[in-house]
Every structure is written in C-alpha cells, then in structure tokens.
C-alpha cells in the first residue's frame, strides 16, 4: 500500500464534514425567517422541535426536516417589484421581493406542488403552484423601500399586484387579497 496515497486520503476524508458543515452555516447566516417543509427537494434543517419550535407546534406543523431561508438568502434570489393598491389604506404601495415560485424551486418544490401558506395568525392559504406563478405572486419583504416589519405585515407577505390581475382587479379592495397571508413563515408542501 503506498502511504503516502493513504495519508493524502485520510487528511482529505478528516477535512470533508468540517468543509461541509462551513458551507451549510454558510447557507444561513440569520434566524430562519421561512420554512419550506413537506414535498422539498433540498432541506438545511431537521424536524420541528415542540419545546423550541413553539408557534408552529401552536399550529400543528409537523415536518422531518424543511428547507428554511434566512434574509440574506431571500436576498439573494431576483427581486420583483410590484405597486399594488391595498385594502388597510387604500392607497398604492412599492412592494418587492423575490417570486414566490423562485423561493420554492431554490427549496426544490416541484411545479405541480400544492402549498399551504401560513401567517403568523395561523391564517392558512391553500394554494397551487400554478397559481402562484399565474398571479406572479412575489414573497415580499419590503414596503415603500423599507423592511416589512415583523408585527406591521412581514417579515414577509405572500401578495400579487391585484390591480393588474383579471382574477381580482374589478373585486371591492377588501376582496382583492384572500390569497395573500402577511406576515408569512411557513408554507407545507404536497404534490398537486
């Protein structure tokens, strides 16, 4: 056997967990703001932990493992910007963030998926994949060139520019957003 093969091999075997591991803490860098769990293709995280994992065990979302985003990785995804008129003040607003159909392809959710989007109220929008990408429907994380605030509508809000969309522009301004859960953390995946 030539040593120095086996030595080279072993060095290079003791060096992998610890490049892996510097690459997933790489991955995430924040709190975890969004949880993608169910029918994913890629996970960063392991089940939901009743004892620390408080508001999703108050909400009965169970998973083995999910793949979660940080705000930085939001960040790193294509922002769209939309202006929607919306129904609190009845004025226009600059919203931004990236589609919530690119959040779930980097989360490996496949096309036909069904999703479950969740608030921080425990308000629970089903919706398809389809639909998501029909309605253009964005993750957004900011408002008015600021941060969605946690307790105002974030840290993000599932919403599309309803005054554009057929499905919704001609429905009264209360109407137009039934869809579109703020203060978004959480959405379950099945396959459609």
Known sequence: M???HFLGTAALAGLLPSVNASAADAARTGPGLLTVSGA???????????ALD????????K??????????A??????VRIKPTLEYDSKPHALAGPLLTSVMEAAGVPADAMLALRAVDGYVVPLRMADARSYRM???TEIDGGPLALGGLGPQWA?????????????????????????LYSIEVTRG
């Open 63 to 72: 998973f083995d493992k999910a793949y979660v985003f940080d705000a930085e």
């Open 2 to 4: 030539n040593k120095r």
């Open 159 to 183: 919403v599309y520019e309803a005054d554009t969309l057929p499905a919704f522009k001609d429905k009264p301004l209360k109407e137009r957003f039934a869809l579109c859960p703020w203060g």
């Open 138 to 140: 964005i993750v957004a």
């Open 40 to 50: 994913v293709g890629k996970t960063n995280r392991g089940p939901v932990d009743p």
């Open 54 to 61: 408080q508001l999703m065990a108050k909400h009965g979302v």
């Open 74 to 79: 939001l960040r790193r995804l294509p922002v």
